[in-house]
């Protein structure tokens, strides 16, 4: 890309278009994310298993909304939306949000994801403003802090690394929390370190673990009305 493209990039990165699509160059790392790697956790039988789509399951809801906060690379959307959501990502950071339009862009051509992909919308902002105005009311609120996190195969370490030299891990989770409340959902779904503390000053109503990280599940009092 020419060079007013890579303008506010830290140095040592840039962003790189190729025939293979858009990619971040940075200390000899590139980084260039597809949805090809998750066609199997798409699958019917695996799907039901993952954690993040039991975390999220709304009952009696047809076509459920989702809102992913913190949306990254947008892994986390595609279970959602492979799932029966209809999912807004939002990231506040542009190069990121670059990356994901791009990967976006080609799973929209991509016949194994391009009807997962076509329930995913982007958004390029930050959560914590953006999600008090939305114009429609979510069922799920999905947040993802970053966090360090030691048990991850050498690719998605080099990702993780590269992605925190842009996006450090958010600084004010009770705001974040905050946002997410004013958006009204049923339910609010927090990822976090297995052991690590809750998000803010909401008590989780319930939560999912696994090896490595939990879902905590937070229903707010107004849900239970509904």
């Given at each position: 890309?020419?060079?007013?493209?890579?303008?506010?990039?830290?140095?040592?990165?840039?962003?790189?278009?190729?025939?293979?699509?858009?990619?971040?160059?940075?200390?000899?790392?590139?980084?260039?994310?597809?949805?090809?790697?998750?066609?199997?956790?798409?699958?019917?039988?695996?799907?039901?298993?993952?954690?993040?789509?039991?975390?999220?399951?709304?009952?009696?809801?047809?076509?459920?909304?989702?809102?992913?906060?913190?949306?990254?690379?947008?892994?986390?959307?595609?279970?959602?939306?492979?799932?029966?959501?209809?999912?807004?990502?939002?990231?506040?950071?542009?190069?990121?949000?670059?990356?994901?339009?791009?990967?976006?862009?080609?799973?929209?051509?991509?016949?194994?994801?391009?009807?997962?992909?076509?329930?995913?919308?982007?958004?390029?902002?930050?959560?914590?403003?953006?999600?008090?105005?939305?114009?429609?009311?979510?069922?799920?609120?999905?947040?993802?802090?970053?966090?360090?996190?030691?048990?991850?195969?050498?690719?998605t370490r080099k990702k993780l690394q590269i992605l925190q030299m842009l996006e450090k891990p958010c600084e004010d989770e009770e705001?974040?929390?905050?946002?997410?409340?004013?958006?009204?959902?049923?339910?609010?779904?927090?990822?976090?370190?297995?052991?690590?503390?809750?998000?803010?000053?909401?008590?989780?109503?319930?939560?999912?673990?696994?090896?490595?990280?939990?879902?905590?599940?937070?229903?707010?009092?107004?849900?239970?009305?509904?």
């Amino acid at each position: 890309m020419n060079g007013s493209s890579n303008r506010g990039l830290p140095e040592g990165m840039e962003l790189v278009q190729s025939e293979q699509g858009l990619a971040l160059a940075a200390k000899g790392m590139v980084l260039r994310d597809d949805f090809a790697h998750l066609v199997p956790r798409l699958r019917a039988d695996r799907l039901g298993r993952e954690l993040l789509v039991r975390a999220a399951r709304v009952r009696g809801v047809d076509a459920p909304a989702a809102v992913d906060a913190t949306a990254g690379l947008g892994e986390d959307s595609l279970l959602l939306a492979a799932a029966g959501f209809s999912v807004t990502l939002i990231e506040r950071d542009p190069v990121i949000a670059a990356l994901l339009a791009d990967t976006l862009d080609r799973g929209a051509r991509d016949l194994r994801v391009a009807s997962i992909v076509a329930r995913m919308r982007l958004v390029e902002g930050d959560a914590v403003e953006l999600l008090p105005r939305l114009d429609f009311t979510p069922d799920v609120v999905f947040l993802d802090p970053m966090f360090p996190t030691k048990r991850k195969d050498a690719a998605t370490r080099k990702k993780l690394q590269i992605l925190q030299m842009l996006e450090k891990p958010c600084e004010d989770e009770e705001a974040l929390l905050q946002a997410a409340l004013a958006s009204h959902p049923r339910k609010i779904v927090v990822k976090r370190p297995l052991k690590g503390p809750m998000l803010g000053s909401a008590k989780p109503s319930s939560s999912l673990a696994g090896k490595v990280v939990r879902y905590d599940i937070i229903v707010p009092a107004w849900a239970h009305c509904v």
